[in-house]
């Protein structure tokens, strides 16, 4: 067992509410895998974004009023005449941006690595559900300060329900609380927006239960076996970690001292006004995705259908791609198609930001197919086509400067240069 | 470096067929004419760049462009009186200005409406009591009102100056879709405006003797709304510069121990 605290304190509270024996364990008595390169760090930075948001959203919301003559003017006096109003706001309205990047690249190096893949297939899906939790925040958010793209952002996405056949109208008057977009949505969405964080908190905890149950899986999507595989997290990861929020907190400065309004919408500065609809109603970035594939489908409820079928796909990913092989490190040919997806989603927000008229309708069409294509064929005929390369027998054994011979002893020389890649591709 | 092959050839053959898309539509809209293709020279505002700051004086004249001119029309009611002193006035002077207004003020005893000269903490008084009133002065358009307009127009400050110099004689060719508007080919919603020219040279006597041609008093006006829709800017740029350069020091100071952290991890000795 761990030695005492040293601190008599803390060993009383200890003893009687284990916290503190909780976090240690937690973070000392974690062994992780020695071989975790960057793209393991979006997870820890994904928390810290939680927590700012919640933080500033918790300051925005001692400041602001929810009501549809009053949003807009409270926002603006929290610019103006709030101590650092300006700054506790735009920390926020940049933090969902930041939130969402970090949480893509967390994605997709799940996507890469294979760690949706058994035994990790439920802390895949808590993770799309927090996905989605984010995504209806983030919508519930935008509303909030009422402005032109807020207000229409609005009446556009509650419209789509209406697609729904049979139940579709009426649900959309519940939803908006009203026949049309008003004060009765703004006070509800304000509602929702301060509760749903605090949902996406209890589903990060059982993300990180889920988690904790396997442990992290790693580059080179072997389990590790041995005592010599791992390294306790804490100190290791935890300074890693800490290390890499300083790089992104420059990135964060850089945007919310400097280029605060770069990521918005110039029309979300124009109170809104229901009888002035703009000329071009679009979503946040992080949303233009979905956005385009939304508008690539001819019928409403086939677009709706599609856009959140394209998130709903990513539940079922851990049976579309049954390669028994994780990482993508081992598997040349789904390394092409990885970029093409990841090319596809770009080009798809693209599409998402111009109106629809050619060219982007076509190639937004192409790309929404593709997109499709890639979870419901490529994957599944790569899982049997495939042909992987050999994998290394250890995590331990391809970092020793003996243990390179040593494969070259046991292994053919396909297996020797597969290992040697795999040490010194170190950005893989 | 072989490693990287994959991702460059795929990701860059999407960016051409992005570059395509887009440039094949840019064009597409220039062909077409009109809403706000007309392309204009970024200034270069002294605010612009990272390290930037206002220009006082221009912040000045600017007020007293909008005063005189704009302000007829135009309302800036997110900005109250008491903000002048940010831009040089003292507080005698932005009480002595505030009080030329009259606002409304609280009921009387037997319940009828007043009104009351305006305080330093009171707003800017907009020059039409509601929306209807001023679409009735104006043809049926609302001026709208300027508190956040380089905010709430794509191009900023670069975009008032490009609209307030643009107005030009309309091609022969070009027909307005009603007698009363003005071509403008900067304007963002269309060639046709409902504002005619607000400027002309002389319209206004700078305090500091500066020649008043409408390109100077556009520059001006356009540093003014700037400092209105974004007074927090020199703050902003001051604190950033600080907390860049601090989190640098602290990233390296971090990168420092975990590379001696991670020694032995990354060298085992057995």
Known sequence: ?428 | MNGYIKPVLVLGAFAGIIYYAVTTYTHEQAAAGGHGTARYENLKFPFQNIFGTYDRAALQRGYQVYQEVCAACHGLNLVAYRNLTEIGFTADQVKAVAAQYQVPGGPDANGDLTERPALPSDRFKSPYPNAEAAKAANGGAVPPDLSLITKARAGGADYIYALLTGYEEPPADATPPSPTLNYNPHFQKGPWIAMPPPLAEGSVTYADNTSATIPQMSYDVASFLNWAAEPELETRHRTGLKAILFLLVLTGIMYAAKRKLWVKVHNPQD
């Open chain 1, 1 to 428: 067992m761990s030695k005492p605290f040293r601190n008599p304190i803390i060993r009383w509270i200890d003893h009687r509410l284990p916290a503190f024996s909780f976090v240690r364990d937690q973070l000392e008595g974690y062994p992780a895998p020695r071989n975790l390169n960057y793209w393991w760090n979006y997870g820890f930075l994904s928390m810290v974004m939680l927590m700012i948001m919640i933080l500033t959203g918790i300051i925005l919301a001692t400041h602001y009023t929810a009501h549809e003559s009053l949003a807009f003017l409270s926002v603006e006096r929290i610019m103006r005449d709030v101590n650092w109003g300006w700054l506790v706001r735009y920390i926020h309205s940049n933090g969902a941006s930041m939130f969402f990047i970090v949480v893509y690249i967390h994605i997709f190096r799940g996507l890469y690595y294979g760690s949706y893949k058994a035994p990790r297939e439920l802390l895949w899906i808590l993770g799309v559900v927090i996905y989605l939790l984010m995504m209806a925040t983030a919508f519930l958010g935008y509303a909030l300060p009422w402005g032109q793209m807020s207000y229409w952002g609005v009446t556009v996405i509650t419209n789509l329900f209406g697609a729904i056949p049979f139940v579709g109208e009426d649900l959309v008057i519940w939803l908006r609380g009203d026949y049309s977009v008003g004060n009765i949505t703004l006070v509800r969405f304000f509602a929702l927006h301060y509760l749903l964080p605090f949902v996406i908190f209890a589903v990060v905890f059982l993300h990180l239960w889920a988690l904790r149950r396997f442990g992290s899986n790693n580059p080179l999507g072997i389990d590790a076996k041995g005592p010599k595989d791992k390294i306790p997290f804490h100190p290791y990861y935890t300074m890693k970690d800490i290390y890499s929020l300083g790089w992104f907190f420059i990135f964060y400065a850089v945007f919310v001292f400097f280029a605060p309004n770069l990521l918005g919408h110039p029309d979300n500065y124009v109170p809104a006004d229901r009888l002035v609809t703009p000329p071009h109603i679009v979503p946040e970035w992080y949303f233009l995705p979905f956005y385009a594939i939304l508008r690539s489908i001819p019928s409403e409820l086939g677009g709706v259908l599609a856009m959140f079928g394209a998130v709903a796909i990513l539940f079922f990913l851990p049976w579309l791609d049954r390669s028994p092989v994780r990482s993508a490190r081992f598997r040349p040919v789904y390394q092409w198609f990885f970029w093409v997806l990841l090319g596809d989603c770009i080009v798809l927000g693209i599409v998402g930001a111009y109106p629809p008229v050619d060219p982007f309708v076509t190639i937004g069409q192409l790309a929404t197919a593709y997109y499709f294509a890639h979870f419901l064929i490529i994957l599944p005929a790569l899982s049997v086509l495939e042909q992987p390369l050999p994998l290394p027998t250890s995590i331990y054994q391809p970092v020793l400067p003996k243990g390179r011979e040593r494969f070259a002893e046991e292994g053919s020389l396909t297996q020797r240069e597969t290992v040697q890649d795999a040490v010194q591709t170190k950005s893989h």
